[in-house]
């Protein structure tokens, strides 16, 4: 496996954290669990597929676009944390080193 493609498997393995972590008010989860007796599946019975390579337009900029450009996007008005913004639209600060 290439550098490259180690960093980029990387870097979605933490995007996928950190929209995970992100605590938006706005986004709640809207699920409602199959009636009994039902046909879907269950969460764990559904198959789960990975992609051979990652692509960053294809599997990381949809995660970022849903569920984290609303806080830490372009628009310096809603970016959070006030007191020091993340910026996660630029790769020189989504790569910033930063304080915990």
Excluded: W
């Amino acid at each position: 496996m290439s550098l490259k493609r180690i960093a980029i498997s990387s870097a979605a393995a933490s995007l996928i954290l950190l929209a995970g972590a992100c605590k938006r008010a706005s986004v709640q989860a809207n699920v409602t669990p199959p009636a009994a007796g039902s046909s879907s599946a269950s969460p764990e019975n559904v198959p789960i597929t990975l992609p051979e390579e990652v692509s960053f337009n294809e599997h990381i900029q949809p995660i970022l676009s849903e569920y984290c450009y609303h806080c830490h996007g372009p628009d310096s008005g809603t970016r959070k944390p006030k007191d020091a913004p993340l910026r996660l639209d630029r790769p020189e600060e989504a790569f910033k080193l930063r304080e915990n």
